[in-house]
T-cell receptor, first 117, second 111 residues
Framework: NAGVTQTPKFQVLKTGQSMTLQCAQD?????MYWYRQDPGMGLRLIYY???????DKGEVPNGYNVSRLNKREFSLRLESAAPSQTSVYFC????????????????FGPGTRLTVL | KNEVEQSPQNLTAQEGEFITINCSYS?????LHWLQQHPGGGIVSLFM???GKKKHGRLIATINIQEKHSSLHITASHPRDSAVYIC?????????????FGSGTQLTVLP
């Protein structure tokens, strides 16, 4: 039972390159979230998915796309990376609205540290 | 948009001291979350509360809905409590739990 996993852990990109951050959960949760964390600004919601097949924008969606591939997997794509996207990215999941044992909190992945040069 | 403010931003304490971290928010919420971010970067959820008080070991979280204020207390602090503590306000939108986060309180407990 791994909880929430993210790959890669670290990545360095050049401006204009593209990449996809992967997230997977084995908690049978419907809801998944992507956040970015920047110094002094706290975590901010990029996109979220309330169920398989649905995605919605959060606070800072510009420059990102997401795919909810199935119930377990939620990926975040940077089509043309910019230095402003240098950040630590966290995926999270919760059982909001479900009758599961772990509904009370969000569970976070270990994070991906991305640097865009 | 909900604004979430934490204080203090930084806190240094001696081992054994009683610690309080405060959180205020600007609009009505469905719940208030407290999270801990370890020095290695991992984030774990400590509490979710919508009223009253919750306790887990040496950690106590309280919320005053009328005053839009929550506190996290740590009793008998220990160096292993050193971490960033983050509060987040939850607005349950109907389809998902959207969190607005404070910028965190860096706690250092000295031996």
């Amino acid at each position: 039972n791994a909880g929430v996993t993210q790959t890669p852990k670290f990545q360095v990109l050049k401006t204009g390159q593209s990449m996809t951050l992967q997230c997977a959960q084995d908690m049978n949760h419907n809801s998944m979230y992507w956040y970015r964390q920047d110094p002094g600004m706290g975590l901010r919601l990029i996109y979220y998915s309330a169920s398989e097949g649905t995605t919605d924008k959060g606070e800072v969606p510009n420059g990102y796309n997401v795919s909810r591939l199935n119930k377990r997997e939620f990926s975040l794509r940077l089509e043309s990376a910019a230095p402003s996207q240098t950040s630590v990215y966290f995926c999270a999941t919760d059982g909001y609205g479900q009758v599961v044992s772990s509904t009370d909190t969000q569970y976070f992945g270990p994070g991906t540290r991305l640097t865009v040069l | 948009k909900n604004e979430v403010e934490q204080s203090p931003q930084n806190l240094t304490a001696q081992e054994g001291e009683f610690i309080t971290i405060n959180c205020s928010y600007s609009v009505g919420i469905s719940a208030l979350h407290w999270l801990q971010q370890h020095p290695g970067g991992g984030i774990v959820s400590l509490f979710m509360l919508s009223s009253g008080k919750k306790k887990h070991g040496r950690l106590i979280a309280t919320i005053n809905i009328q005053e839009k204020h929550s506190s996290l207390h740590i009793t008998a602090s220990h160096p292993r409590d050193s971490a960033v503590y983050i509060c987040a306000a939850s607005l349950s939108s109907g389809s998902a739990r959207q969190l607005t986060f404070g910028s965190g309180t860096q706690l250092t407990v000295l031996p």
